[in-house]
């Protein structure tokens, strides 16, 4: 049994288990990330590990140590079958990774992971080289070699609206910092621009606390970057905070800002909590107790879209900008959510509206510019729709949909990439970027050790990112992979750009007959072949 070598980013590393995936070649564009592993079998005694990287990616390579964390609730009922080896129990999982320089200590025997990323600051040179990596174990030094095929073409920039909804409370509560202090715009920063880092160009934006994942009659943390004063039955707003926000995204590299749901969840009947200043002091104006379709929270909505809408506009940034109603209506919240989108349209008619929601009618009776379907009602907006968006969550869990649960093969997390291009999607959302609550934001929890939001979602669902020390975020496994999908879009936009649409399309359906989001390779390395081919016929058209 061979001890030490290399494998795909899309292995799963678990100790007792042999990783396959043996990896020999790399094929990249010149300015894409790639990432691989070097997975080691050790006896048992602790044991450092150094890895010395070829001088050409001395500057370029960062290294991750893989690191298993628990997960005691994995798949909930009703689920499919393609899990991880074990099964969909509880167990260590692969996911946290921690920087590290090359050097690792490991202990417990078994086989273990170091995760390597290629990050080229400037477009590596195109054409063939092999890459000689020296590994230092206890018994010597031994060299690992990897032929590296970079082609010459570019990934394109990212046309893809993607947003991970981006909590300011978590990491206030998470780090112990009072909101909106200095310490705490810091925080905001560096998490901000983690995420521009792997794809994540459009940033929900707390104009007021989001209504989102809160039980009914509870509060989140208050995270409102509008000031309010109300006084004499009217209003005046501060937009100070929101100002910072907006010229801290744009330094950060965002491209579009998500305004938070001005109604609540789960059917529109309320308004979000809004504080202000009155004569009497702070105190909450709006929130459960208030009728979302009353006179007296319209009103307020009335005078805050006339000032908003010239703030946005002296910022130069309305045209970035998309406004929510209320996440995931169904049909019984139709009325209530008629009611509040009307409201919408009439304050913020000139803007784009986009809700997750997974019932045609609603688009169908005017009710939203771009709806955003669950993955597993796309079919019924396709060709129906002028821009397809969509999204998944908690489900589906079923029917081997593609989805980035802890416990999921890797292959299910970046499948997704091929699959939003051949539906040509626009946008994609998912709910929990940082989400370290219980559900319903009813508790803080350790990321850590709680992987399941205090057992309410499927393992991993709630967050992509762990809080490391010094507020430096931590990126999962998953985060990683999810941004090769989007890297395997853009591969697929810049072959299009090349022989266009129909060739592209054919190109993949030459290797995955009818690829969609829950037909897609079922194996890293099958799919990886794909993504060769692509880069193949880049190659190819590059040459003519």
């Known amino acids: 049994m061979k001890e030490l070598y290399f494998v795909n980013s899309l292995e799963n590393i678990f100790p007792d288990e042999v990783p396959g995936g043996q990896l020999t070649h790399i094929s990249m564009l010149r300015n894409e990330r790639y990432s691989f592993q070097l997975v080691v079998y050790l006896p048992g005694e602790e044991t450092t590990v150094r890895v010395e990287p070829p001088e050409e990616l001395t500057d370029c390579l960062h290294f991750y140590d893989v690191k298993a964390i628990p997960v005691h609730v994995p798949a909930k009922e009703k689920c499919d079958d393609d899990f991880l080896l074990r099964g969909g129990k509880p167990g260590d999982y692969p996911d946290l990774l921690v920087p590290c320089d090359g050097e690792v200590h490991w202990q417990g025997k078994g086989w273990h992971a170091l995760w390597l990323e290629i990050d080229p600051g400037e477009p590596l040179a195109a054409g063939q080289r092999e890459l000689s990596f020296a590994v230092e174990l206890p018994r010597g030094k031994t060299t690992l070699s990897l032929e590296l095929s970079v082609v010459d073409a570019l990934l394109p920039e990212q046309e893809l609206v993607c947003t991970h909804w981006f909590y300011c409370d978590c990491l206030a509560d998470q780090y112990e910092v009072p909101i909106f202090s200095e310490e705490h715009?810091?925080?905001?920063?560096?998490?901000?621009?983690?995420?521009?880092?792997?794809?994540?160009?459009?940033?929900?934006?707390?104009?007021?606390?989001?209504?989102?994942?809160?039980?009914?009659?509870?509060?989140?943390?208050?995270?409102?970057?509008?000031?309010?004063?109300?006084?004499?039955?009217?209003?005046?707003?501060?937009?100070?905070?929101?100002?910072?926000?907006?010229?801290?995204?744009?330094?950060?590299?965002?491209?579009?800002?998500?305004?938070?749901?001005?109604?609540t969840q789960w059917g529109a009947k309320h308004a979000p909590k809004i504080v202000a200043k009155t004569a009497e002091g702070e105190k909450r104006l709006f929130?459960?107790?208030?009728?979302?379709?009353?006179?007296?929270?319209?009103?307020?909505?009335?005078?805050?879209?006339?000032?908003?809408?010239?703030?946005?506009?002296?910022?130069?940034?309305?045209?970035?900008?998309?406004?929510?109603?209320?996440?995931?209506?169904?049909?019984?919240?139709?009325?209530?959510?008629?009611?509040?989108?009307?409201i919408i349209s009439e304050c913020f008619g000139e803007y784009r509206s986009i809700d997750a929601l997974s019932e045609y009618l609603f688009y169908q009776s005017g009710l939203t510019k771009t709806p955003i379907p669950c993955i597993d009602a796309i079919e019924a907006f396709k060709g129906r729709v002028p821009e397809l968006w969509t999204y998944y969550c908690s489900v589906p869990a079923k029917d081997n949909y593609v989805n980035r649960f802890l416990y999921y093969p890797s292959v299910r997390n970046r499948a997704l990439g091929a699959a939003l291009y051949r539906y040509n999607c626009k946008g994609f959302l998912h709910w929990g970027y940082n989400?370290?609550?219980?559900?319903?934001?009813?508790?803080?929890?350790?990321?850590?050790?709680?992987?399941?939001?205090?057992?309410?979602?499927?393992?991993?669902?709630?967050?992509?990112?762990?809080?490391?020390?010094?507020?430096?975020?931590?990126?999962?496994?998953?985060?990683?992979?999810?941004?090769?999908?989007?890297?395997?879009?853009?591969?697929?936009?810049?072959?299009?750009?090349?022989?266009?649409?129909?060739?592209?399309?054919?190109?993949?359906?030459?290797?995955?007959?009818?690829?969609?989001?829950?037909?897609?390779?079922?194996?890293?390395?099958?799919?990886?072949?794909?993504?060769?081919?692509?880069?193949?016929?880049?190659?190819?058209?590059?040459?003519?």
């Open 185 to 263: 715009w810091q925080l905001i920063e560096k998490y901000l621009r983690f995420a521009v880092q792997h794809g994540i160009n459009m940033i929900l934006t707390p104009l007021f606390t989001p209504p989102l994942d809160t039980a009914i009659g509870s509060e989140r943390p208050t995270v409102q970057l509008v000031g309010v004063t109300a006084e004499n039955y009217g209003y005046s707003f501060d937009f100070s905070l929101l100002e910072r926000w907006i010229d801290l995204c744009n330094a950060c590299g965002v491209r579009y800002f998500e305004m938070s749901h001005l109604f």
């Open 435 to 544: 989400f370290w609550y219980t559900v319903l934001s009813k508790g803080r929890i350790d990321p850590f050790t709680d992987t399941a939001s205090g057992g309410g979602f499927p393992a991993g669902d709630g967050f992509v990112v762990y809080p490391g020390k010094d507020g430096q975020p931590l990126p999962s496994l998953r985060l990683k992979v999810f941004y090769d999908a989007l890297q395997d879009q853009r591969a697929l936009a810049c072959l299009e750009s090349l022989v266009g649409r129909e060739q592209a399309l054919q190109t993949l359906a030459d290797q995955w007959e009818g690829y969609s989001f829950r037909s897609y390779p079922k194996t890293g390395e099958d799919l990886i072949a794909l993504r060769e081919a692509v880069n193949d016929a880049i190659a190819g058209a590059v040459r003519k």
């Open 287 to 342: 929130g459960w107790e208030t009728n979302a379709a009353g006179a007296e929270y319209k009103h307020f909505l009335k005078c805050f879209a006339k000032e908003l809408d010239r703030f946005l506009a002296e910022k130069g940034v309305r045209e970035r900008c998309f406004f929510h109603v209320a996440d995931e209506p169904g049909f019984k919240d139709f009325i209530s959510y008629r009611s509040a989108s009307r």
